[in-house]
């Protein structure tokens, strides 16, 4: 089983920046893709960004691209998403989430973290 936890609990005015993290704890990272979504009330969970096993590839969904940047360090067994000149419509639950498989789907990933709150003002 693994479990993963997330940081980095934001407000940030439009335009700014912030940096997530999550942690994974149970199994070997690198045997994991991993992806970051994210849910505005009222709406479906959003694919954000996904990077592969290695680190070698990623993708992202088109409304970050070019703004937001997805890693990992698997020596430290976290995933990051930095994200750069953000809009209020980022505004969020963001989830990093585990899985075996490469998508871009929620249906995709074995394992979620808890989720955690990112505020944009305008």
């Known amino acids: 089983q693994v479990q993963l936890v997330e940081s980095g609990v934001g407000l940030v005015q439009a335009g700014g920046s912030l940096s997530l993290s999550c942690v994974v704890f149970?199994?070997?990272?690198?045997?994991?893709?991993m992806g970051w979504f994210r849910q505005a009330p009222g709406k479906e969970r959003e694919f954000v960004a996904v990077?592969?096993?290695?680190?070698?590839?990623?993708y992202y969904g088109d409304s970050v691209k070019g703004r937001f940047t997805i890693s990992r360090d698997n020596a430290k067994n976290t995933v990051y998403l930095q994200m750069n000149s953000l809009k209020p419509e980022d505004t969020a639950v963001y989830y990093c989430?585990?899985?075996?498989?490469?998508?871009?789907?929620?249906?995709?990933?074995?394992?979620w973290g808890q989720g955690t709150q990112v505020t944009v003002s305008s």
């Open positions: 989430a585990a899985g075996r498989r490469w998508g871009v789907t929620a249906t995709t990933y074995d394992a």
């Open positions: 149970g199994r070997t990272f690198s045997n994991y893709n």
């Open positions: 990077v592969s096993f290695s680190g070698g590839s990623t």
